[in-house]
Nanobody, 120 residues
Framework: QVQLVESGGGLVQAGGSLTLSCTAS????????LGWFRHAPGKERDFVAA????????LYADSVKGRFTISRTNARNTGYLRMDNLKPEDTAVYYC?????????????WGQGTQVTVSS
């Protein structure tokens, strides 16, 4: 397992950008898929994006396609979620997660989350 810590959240105006980081401890980071999820008040936790262990494959939720970009730098044990053209409906706590396989679910290690608030 890996331990994950998110950072980079904050308050931004609609149309703005933020980049979230997910820093991992442990040597296994380079061998696991990385996913980003978000949880807004009163809603279920939703899948946002995911990337394979080598960065060669990515998945995105339809709601963020063309606006968000997931990436990773295994040498730094860090994953990223670049968020552009943010909308108020993107407001949520964002979590990164690690798992054996790239997918929309099935991740076993989770960070503590970072708040993203988009004002209109």
């Amino acid at each position: 397992q890996v331990q994950l810590v998110e950072s980079g959240g904050g308050l931004v105006q609609a149309g703005g950008s933020l980049t979230l980081s997910c820093t991992a401890s442990g040597r296994a980071f380079g061998y696991v898929a990385l996913g980003w999820f978000r949880h807004a008040p009163g809603k279920e936790r939703d899948f946002v994006a995911a990337i394979s262990w080598d960065g060669g494959n990515t998945l995105y939720a339809d709601s963020v396609k063309g606006r968000f970009t997931i990436s990773r730098t295994n040498a730094r044990n860090t994953g990223y979620l670049r968020m552009d053209n943010l909308k108020p409906e993107d407001t949520a706590v964002y979590y990164c997660a690690a798992g054996r396989n790239l997918g929309y679910s099935g991740y076993s290690s989770w960070g503590q989350g970072t708040q993203v608030t988009v004002s209109s």
